[in-house]
């Protein structure tokens, strides 16, 4: 083979492998984008035969959508088989011990936007400052078996993580189920979360447990019939609609009025919450509403926001539509009605008006308002106080649980490291996890507490070099 030759058949697979590379670019960032509104297309392919009909015997046919209807768990599915993993989650770093219940909330005046017939239901979880003798009390499971048994049916790592692995039902949080709520001080602030698209609110659980731990109460939120499972008291399971959804989206060419639903759904759901936080006597929960000792010791004039992908798009809009939510955490999520990071068509209004009050956006390593549109068109068009910070080395899910879960998994499953990054990236967990901790944290503590953040916001920071100052 001669030199010219052989230099023009490297030039073209050099230009073969470039142009692979770029499709697999845009490949990925395309399924992160719909990930954070709803999940990736190939998630939802491998899960529609679930959604079809015949995991509870009945008929694909059937008129109302197999993935919507809610059930109680048989004997068999309440009893998982054994599985091979088992993880734990970081411990809070604050001064306080942490308590958790759970409420089901019904909005007897919305019909459910999912599934005709209903109103609409949630779940919540309320995390708190415990007192002294929490640890009498059992610590709550992050997921319950029949959240478990949806997520491990679809979640973002099927591609990776086998079904049937993990035992995701095992897992303890910090925060002690039932515990009194500590003595209060003073009335405590509040802060919501929302999860990202798919996800189970639980997937958020260290972050929620640290910031309890520092004297938030912390209101955790299901998006019911868009988590993958959401399970009621007495075992019913209501499961995602999104698979079908999405596949009727994608046929119709309608995906950008599907993603805006969804975070109009999330939107409204998060203002429902609110509002039955601030009954005079707590949230009308089915079996039960807040501890005695958090009645009347919310501080609803000190509310913030925060959420990952949707969950933190979510938030945004909740800044902009509500004014009870004086500030507002975003993690990774497109805040337009896109399916690409970098497109400006469909924008919100977030991006069209901005806000007027505090918004910190988190992204991967990669995603800063430089790079992804509907940042820019959020900073350019908002007042003032807003903060950029980019996870180095970090990925979508590096926001959650998973940054910490993932890797034991990959270590008992022997995954290797190629698969690990692109679930988690290559950031180290213990200190991604530290530095989100301290970034939000700092972030509520400044605009809800009035507390100096010693400039963490304002410029790089030498304790966390991972989380890099986006000006």
């Not at 010219?4 to 770029?22: I, K, M, N, S, V």
């Not at 478990?148 to 990776?160: L, P, R, T």
Request: net charge neutral.
């Amino acid at each position: 083979m001669g030199t010219g030759e052989g230099a023009g058949a490297g030039t073209a697979e050099g230009a073969e492998r470039e142009a692979r590379l770029a499709r697999e670019q845009r490949s990925v960032r395309r399924s992160a984008a719909v990930g954070a509104l709803v999940m990736a297309v190939s998630l939802i392919a491998t899960s529609a035969g679930a959604s079809a009909g015949a995991a509870d015997g009945t008929p694909a046919g059937s008129s109302r959508p197999a993935a919507a209807r809610t059930s109680a768990p048989s004997a068999d599915s309440a009893r998982p088989a054994p599985k091979s993993v088992r993880m734990h989650l970081p411990a809070p770093t604050g001064s306080h011990r942490v308590g958790v219940v759970s409420l089901h909330l019904t909005d007897h005046e919305r019909r459910d936007p999912w599934v005709s017939g209903e109103r609409r239901e949630l779940m919540v979880s309320v995390r708190y400052p415990a007192g002294a003798d929490a640890g009498r009390y059992p610590r709550a499971p992050q997921m319950l078996p029949g959240e478990a048994a949806g997520f491990d049916a679809m979640n973002a790592f099927s591609e990776y993580v086998p079904r049937g692995a993990v035992d995701w039902a095992a897992t303890r949080t910090a925060a002690h189920q039932g515990a009194p709520p500590e003595r209060s001080h003073g009335r405590l602030p509040v802060l919501l979360y929302s999860p990202g698209a798919g996800d189970p609110r639980s997937l958020g659980s260290t972050l929620c447990d640290e910031l309890a731990s520092r004297g938030y109460v912390v209101v955790s939120i299901d998006h019911t019939y868009e988590a993958a499972a959401v399970q009621f008291p007495g075992g019913r399971v209501a499961r995602s609609v999104m698979p079908a959804e999405m596949a009727r989206a994608q046929q119709a060419g309608r995906i950008p009025e599907l993603l805006k639903k969804v975070t109009d759904v999330r939107v409204a759901d998060t203002r429902f919450v609110l509002d039955e936080l601030a009954r005079a006597d707590g949230p009308s929960a089915a079996g039960g509403g807040l501890p005695g000792g958090l009645r009347g010791a919310l501080d609803l004039d000190a509310v913030g926001m925060l959420g990952h992908s949707a969950g933190g798009f979510t938030a945004a809009l909740a800044l902009h539509d509500d004014r009870r939510v004086k500030a507002a955490v975003n993690m990774d999520g497109v805040m337009g009605y896109t399916q690409e990071d970098d497109d400006p068509s469909h924008p919100s209004r977030v991006g069209t008006d901005g806000v007027a009050r505090p918004l910190m956006l988190m992204g991967k390593d990669g995603d800063n308002r430089h790079t992804v549109a509907s940042w820019g068109a959020a900073w350019e068009h908002s007042r003032g106080r807003h903060r950029g910070v980019m996870l180095e080395g970090g990925a979508h899910a590096s926001y959650t649980d998973a940054e910490s879960l993932i890797p034991q998994v990959a270590a008992a499953l022997k995954l290797p490291g190629k698969d690990v990054a692109k679930m988690v990236g290559t950031v180290d967990p213990g200190r991604a996890v530290a530095a989100q901790k301290a970034y939000v944290s700092a972030f509520f503590d400044k605009w809800l507490r009035g507390r100096d953040d010693g400039g963490l916001l304002d410029g790089p920071s030498g304790c966390y070099p991972e989380m890099r100052f986006v000006p």
